[in-house]
């Protein structure tokens, strides 16, 4: 499995390597004497990988300089999560909807047994909502999301919680998911070109668009195909939420509407149960105290900024079954938000 390793300096050309953009090493004599904090992420070209990439700086910073941060790409979140828990890695990029697979043991994570202990509820970060793009030159043809049923259509990579969460999607609305595998950087071709009617996109806090879309929209003219009526009525009555979104604050150009909606999910990286306490303590708390900052970094953080404390909640409530990792819990106490119904997790659990 492919591994890239970023350690930022200070300036301009600190950001330029946080991005992904280059590769710098440390002093032998440092690198000993600091401590290895791995997070699993998603393949360059990401938005989870640029999250992860962007912030080393500031949670090297945080703990003092006593950890180098690496950024590990991997296929998809469930790729990366069971690479921290068979030891791969400490931290790993995750949404709601991958917990849920992970918890039940479906999907991706079937017959799966993690060799560490389990992934917990440690920080979550931003929410994301999936919607649907087509050519420009073809949006006549496509009025509802179930017309895309049984058609071929890119929903992001196999394995990305946008892809799971469109599976959830379809089932709710009694559709047929049929995915198309594309590389990310052919996907304003394909598109083009009809080797798939559609292929889904995302914005993160109604504003950011992930690297490969950034492209595609400057490359191609877009429509996005909104649900219709009786399929908003079908999906909240399945227990999902239709979020409405402002296309000119995402997208350079007109997509076709001034309102799309998406059905957006809670992304978030957690990490194992046996990672010290106050290690994910100190980042959490991090975090927190850096989050307007953090905005200045990517606009997706706007939510996280202005209530960091509910998104934490809301990640837990979403899968109350699994655990919160101790150095949260600890944070959440301390800012009076602890629920005694949630269980705090055990590195032996």
């Given at each position: 499995?492919?591994?890239?390793?970023?350690?930022?300096?200070?300036?301009a050309s600190a950001?330029?390597?946080?991005?992904?953009?280059?590769?710098?090493?440390?002093?032998?004599?440092?690198a000993?004497?600091?401590?290895?904090?791995?997070w699993?992420?998603?393949q360059?070209?990401?938005?989870?990988y640029?999250?992860?990439?962007?912030?080393v700086?500031?949670?090297e910073?945080?703990?003092?300089g006593?950890?180098?941060?690496?950024?590990?790409?991997y296929?998809s979140?469930?790729?990366?999560m069971?690479s921290?828990?068979?030891?791969?890695?400490?931290?790993?990029?995750t949404?709601?909807?991958?917990?849920?697979?992970?918890?039940?043991?479906?999907?991706?994570?079937?017959?799966?047994?993690?060799?560490?202990?389990?992934?917990?509820?440690?920080?979550y970060a931003?929410?994301?909502?999936?919607?649907?793009?087509?050519?420009?030159?073809?949006?006549?043809?496509?009025?509802c999301?179930k017309?895309?049923?049984?058609?071929?259509?890119?929903?992001?990579?196999?394995?990305?919680m946008?892809?799971?969460n469109?599976?959830?999607?379809h089932?709710?609305?009694g559709?047929?998911f049929?995915?198309?595998?594309?590389?990310?950087k052919s996907?304003?071709d394909?598109?083009?070109?009809?080797?798939?009617?559609?292929s889904?996109?995302?914005?993160?806090?109604g504003?950011?668009?992930?690297?490969y879309?950034?492209?595609?929209?400057?490359?191609m003219d877009?429509?996005?195909?909104n649900p219709?009526?009786d399929?908003?009525?079908?999906l909240?009555?399945?227990?999902?939420v239709?979020?409405?979104?402002?296309?000119?604050?995402?997208?350079?150009?007109?997509?076709?509407?001034?309102k799309i909606?998406?059905?957006p999910?809670?992304?978030?990286y957690n990490?194992r149960?046996?990672?010290p306490?106050?290690?994910?303590?100190?980042?959490v708390?991090?975090?927190?105290?850096?989050?307007?900052?953090?905005v200045?970094?990517?606009?997706?953080?706007?939510?996280m900024?202005k209530d960091?404390?509910?998104?934490?909640?809301?990640?837990?409530?979403a899968?109350?079954?699994?655990?919160?990792h101790?150095?949260l819990?600890?944070?959440?106490k301390e800012?009076?938000?602890?629920?005694?119904?949630?269980?705090?997790?055990k590195?032996?659990?």
């Amino acid at each position: 499995m492919l591994k890239k390793r970023i350690i930022l300096i200070s300036g301009a050309s600190a950001l330029a390597l946080a991005m992904g953009l280059g590769l710098a090493t440390v002093k032998p004599a440092d690198a000993q004497q600091r401590k290895s904090l791995r997070w699993a992420s998603t393949q360059p070209g990401s938005y989870g990988y640029g999250i992860a990439a962007g912030m080393v700086k500031l949670v090297e910073n945080a703990l003092g300089g006593e950890y180098t941060i690496t950024v590990q790409p991997y296929a998809s979140p469930t790729v990366a999560m069971k690479s921290v828990m068979d030891g791969s890695g400490e931290i790993a990029y995750t949404a709601d909807i991958g917990m849920t697979q992970f918890s039940q043991r479906i999907g991706g994570f079937k017959d799966y047994k993690p060799q560490k202990p389990e992934i917990a509820h440690t920080w979550y970060a931003y929410p994301m909502e999936s919607m649907m793009a087509v050519a420009a030159k073809n949006g006549d043809q496509f009025k509802c999301w179930k017309d895309f049923s049984g058609k071929p259509v890119f929903y992001t990579n196999a394995g990305f919680m946008n892809w799971l969460n469109w599976q959830r999607i379809h089932k709710a609305l009694g559709t047929d998911f049929k995915h198309v595998q594309i590389d990310l950087k052919s996907n304003a071709d394909a598109l083009q070109s009809g080797t798939v009617v559609g292929s889904a996109t995302y914005t993160t806090a109604g504003k950011s668009l992930a690297a490969y879309w950034k492209e595609t929209d400057i490359r191609m003219d877009l429509k996005v195909v909104n649900p219709c009526p009786d399929e908003v009525a079908k999906l909240k009555a399945a227990g999902l939420v239709v979020a409405e979104v402002d296309p000119k604050a995402a997208f350079s150009k007109p997509v076709g509407s001034d309102k799309i909606y998406g059905v957006p999910i809670l992304f978030g990286y957690n990490a194992r149960l046996d990672i010290p306490e106050d290690l994910v303590y100190r980042l959490v708390s991090a975090v927190y105290k850096e989050k307007d900052n953090l905005v200045k970094l990517d606009a997706g953080f706007t939510p996280m900024a202005k209530d960091f404390i509910g998104m934490q909640v809301n990640g837990i409530n979403a899968n109350p079954q699994i655990p919160v990792h101790p150095g949260l819990a600890k944070f959440l106490k301390e800012h009076k938000a602890w629920n005694d119904k949630w269980k705090i997790g055990k590195a032996t659990s």
